[in-house]
């Protein structure tokens, strides 16, 4: 994994000091399935834009048996989230082997992170495809097409405890992550800030636009004035798994967009958003967005800005019980 991230100097100037590269990139993939399920469709190749970049994404549908053969999807990118959510806590047992760091949790324990809503059956099903979902990348820049990226699968390991010989226990799970993810983990870089409000967000374009404003790290102290910008409101969409290639494309995730807007104000996430149409003649091509966090939203990010990093700790079967 350490070769394949030599794909990020392509990305990433030397001089610059990006907040959380690896990590924003890959929870930046448009590699979540948000439609119905068509059978017809066994993989996605999707475009995205990255620092200024574009590039390519495959996935592959995960098929866990002959009834349950579909994408990544909402149930996927919210255990992933509440898993990375947990690596982060001082009350969450964690293992560094091989490089990769392993955490001990429990089903029950995702369960409830996820305030209930997802099934345990489910969350079993988004561990294994988030083991098994391949994903692959390729620059489209002709200077660089022949640049491709094959990821290790975001979990690389995992061993969920048989219930019925843990009898009067709340049988552990142990979950390994991928290099990349446990690299950010332990140098801090995963911000996952106020997550029981992150998690109870339905709209997967409001969890994307929270995650962008606090992953711009634009608020290193608490000026409530500064805002996210963003020159293009179709690539912006085009990101987060929503196409934009047609009229109905644009109206229907810009619909979308709206009603997300509407959640993160709901939950005192968002101050406003002001939509700017950049016109060719009397057509509306596209939009610059700017959106102002809400103050909540500012404190809560500055407040986590002073949250100590982990310990490093290399020994094999030591658990690290805090940061």
Request: glycine letters at 2%; proline letters at 3%; hydrophobic letters at 30%.
């Amino acid at each position: 994994m350490e070769q394949q991230l030599d794909f990020f100097r392509y990305l990433i100037p030397k001089d610059k000091q990006d907040y959380s590269s690896v990590y924003e990139f890959l929870t930046s993939l448009p590699i979540f399935y948000y439609g119905n399920n068509n059978p017809d469709i066994i993989e996605l190749d999707r475009e995205f834009i990255y620092k200024s970049n574009h590039y390519k994404v495959n996935v592959k549908k995960t098929r866990l048996s002959k009834t349950d053969d579909t994408f990544m999807g909402t149930i996927e990118q919210d255990v992933l989230d509440t898993l990375l959510y947990m690596a982060t806590q001082e009350t969450t047992q964690r293992v560094m082997e091989n490089g990769r760091m392993k955490i001990l949790v429990s089903i029950n324990e995702i369960y409830n992170q996820l305030k209930r809503k997802v099934r345990y059956e489910n969350i079993k099903k988004a561990i294994q495809r988030l083991k098994e979902t391949q994903i692959s990348i390729q620059s489209l820049d002709p200077l660089k097409s022949s640049v491709s990226w094959h990821t290790e699968t975001i979990i690389s390991q995992y061993l969920i405890e048989d219930e019925r010989y843990t009898a009067g226990k709340d049988p552990k799970t142990f979950i390994e992550f991928n290099t990349a993810f446990t690299k950010e983990l332990l140098l801090g870089k995963i911000k996952l800030i106020n997550f029981p409000k992150y998690i109870s967000l339905k709209n997967p374009i409001a969890k994307y636009i929270y995650k962008r404003l606090v992953l711009s790290d634009i608020f290193s102290s608490n000026d409530y004035t500064r805002t996210y910008h963003n020159k293009s409101l179709f690539t912006f969409l085009l990101n987060c798994g929503y196409q934009t290639d047609t009229t109905t494309n644009k109206n229907n995730t810009i619909r979308a967009f709206k009603q997300a807007l509407k959640e993160l104000k709901d939950n005192d996430l968002l101050l406003k958003c002001d939509m700017k149409p950049q016109k060719k003649g009397n057509k509306i091509e596209d939009y610059f967005i700017e959106m102002t966090p809400s103050k909540f939203l500012v404190d809560e990010n500055h407040k986590q800005n002073k949250v100590k990093r982990f310990k490093k700790n290399t020994q094999k079967q030591r658990y690290i019980t805090g940061f």
